[in-house]
């Protein structure tokens, strides 16, 4: 029997819905479902969503309501822009607390699968994968570092506890330090209890412009090795950020996804749900539009 069941774990909801489910997400839960054939998709919330795309993501997890009062909760931000980012750090607890308990694989909600998680990965005791250098405000050298946007693990991985008991020492705001770095620390501290996957798994389009270029507006046929998709949504999702690409969230739509051929688009059009007529569309637009009024 395999070390790491056959179960997913999703965070979402750490802060107040404004929006509908957006599409992505339920592209998200699509795509694990019919890829992977979990025994059971776990979906953590604190604010429930709502919408078409939630109605239709719901009937395939199991909606579990989580409170707000981890650790992140009492920290106080020297930067007050950096504070906006509270709900992923909050996230970022929660998604180890949970995996430590049951075992399984956490993703972020801006995943696509492409294909099957290999079966060897499902017998190691701890999966994270490589991502490219990052850059911090406190180092001008590129560091290595590991992406919690996946992580497999077996119930009670000792790395997990580990990384979970560190977090709070390391934990300084950064979007980075206490996530991604300190995993790549305790790996060369204690390699022979995780294992690490090079960076084309899970991450083979980087999040840097031109990676994320690739991924929305490029086109890149080649799936070979890809177990998933991460869109590095943070970076580019608000209409009003223009840093990383002019592509944003509300561009991406049914017809764009089924139409306009990308890298993320070819992969993800089979998970997209059977087309509304016209008037259902509209009914589904009043219905959001009065939730977000109450």
Same mark, same amino acid.
């Given at each position: 029997?395999?070390?790491?069941?056959?179960?997913?774990?999703? +965070?979402?909801?750490?802060?107040?819905?404004?929006?509908?489910?957006?599409?992505?997400?339920?592209?998200?839960?699509?795509?694990?479902? %019919?890829?992977?054939?979990?025994?059971?998709?776990?979906?953590?919330?604190?604010?429930?969503?709502?919408?078409?795309?939630?109605?239709?993501? *719901?009937?395939?997890?199991?909606?579990?309501? #989580?409170?707000? =009062?981890?650790?992140?909760?009492?920290?106080?931000?020297?930067?007050?822009?950096?504070?906006?980012?509270?709900?992923?750090?909050?996230?970022?607890?929660?998604?180890?607390?949970?995996?430590?308990?049951?075992?399984?694989?956490?993703?972020?909600?801006?995943?696509?699968?492409? =294909?099957?998680?290999?079966?060897?990965?499902?017998?190691?005791?701890?999966?994270?994968?490589?991502?490219?250098?990052?850059?911090?405000?406190?180092?001008?050298?590129? %560091?290595?570092?590991?992406? =919690?946007?996946?992580?497999?693990?077996?119930?009670?991985?000792?790395?997990?506890? *580990?990384?979970?008991?560190?977090?709070?020492?390391?934990?300084?705001?950064?979007?980075? =330090?206490?996530?991604?770095?300190?995993?790549?620390?305790?790996?060369?501290?204690?390699?022979?209890?995780?294992? #690490?996957?090079?960076?084309?798994?899970?991450?083979?389009?980087?999040?840097?412009?031109? $990676?994320?270029?690739?991924?929305?507006?490029?086109?890149?046929?080649?799936?070979?090795? +890809?177990?998933?998709?991460?869109?590095?949504?943070?970076?580019?999702?608000?209409?009003? *950020?223009?840093?990383?690409?002019?592509?944003?969230?509300?561009?991406?739509?049914?017809?764009?996804?089924?139409?306009?051929?990308?890298?993320?688009? +070819?992969?993800?059009?089979?998970?997209?749900?059977?087309?509304?007529?016209? $008037? %259902?569309?509209?009914?589904?637009?009043? *219905?959001?539009?009065?939730?977000?009024?109450?």
């Amino acid at each position: 029997m395999a070390r790491i069941p056959n179960v997913f774990h999703f +965070v979402f909801g750490l802060k107040p819905q404004t929006d509908p489910f957006h599409l992505a997400f339920y592209l998200c839960i699509e795509s694990c479902w %019919q890829v992977n054939r979990p025994d059971e998709i776990r979906f953590y919330y604190h604010y429930e969503p709502y919408g078409r795309y939630w109605e239709l993501a *719901r009937r395939r997890v199991s909606p579990i309501p #989580v409170p707000l =009062n981890t650790w992140v909760d009492g920290f106080r931000y020297a930067d007050a822009g950096l504070e906006r980012y509270r709900y992923a750090h909050r996230s970022d607890v929660v998604r180890l607390e949970r995996l430590l308990e049951h075992g399984g694989i956490y993703a972020d909600i801006d995943t696509l699968f492409v =294909n099957p998680f290999p079966a060897p990965l499902r017998e190691k005791p701890f999966v994270l994968g490589r991502e490219s250098h990052i850059v911090t405000s406190d180092s001008a050298a590129p %560091q290595p570092s590991l992406c =919690n946007a996946v992580i497999m693990a077996e119930p009670g991985a000792e790395f997990g506890r *580990r990384w979970l008991a560190a977090m709070p020492e390391a934990f300084d705001g950064s979007w980075s =330090n206490h996530s991604t770095l300190l995993p790549q620390r305790l790996s060369e501290q204690y390699p022979h209890l995780i294992h #690490v996957e090079p960076r084309v798994t899970f991450y083979k389009h980087e999040w840097t412009r031109e $990676g994320i270029r690739t991924l929305l507006q490029g086109l890149d046929y080649d799936f070979e090795g +890809v177990v998933s998709m991460h869109l590095w949504s943070h970076l580019w999702w608000s209409r009003r *950020r223009r840093d990383v690409s002019f592509f944003h969230a509300g561009l991406m739509t049914e017809a764009h996804v089924s139409t306009v051929d990308t890298t993320y688009n +070819v992969a993800a059009r089979r998970f997209l749900p059977p087309p509304l007529a016209r $008037g %259902q569309r509209l009914g589904w637009r009043m *219905r959001e539009l009065l939730h977000r009024r109450h």
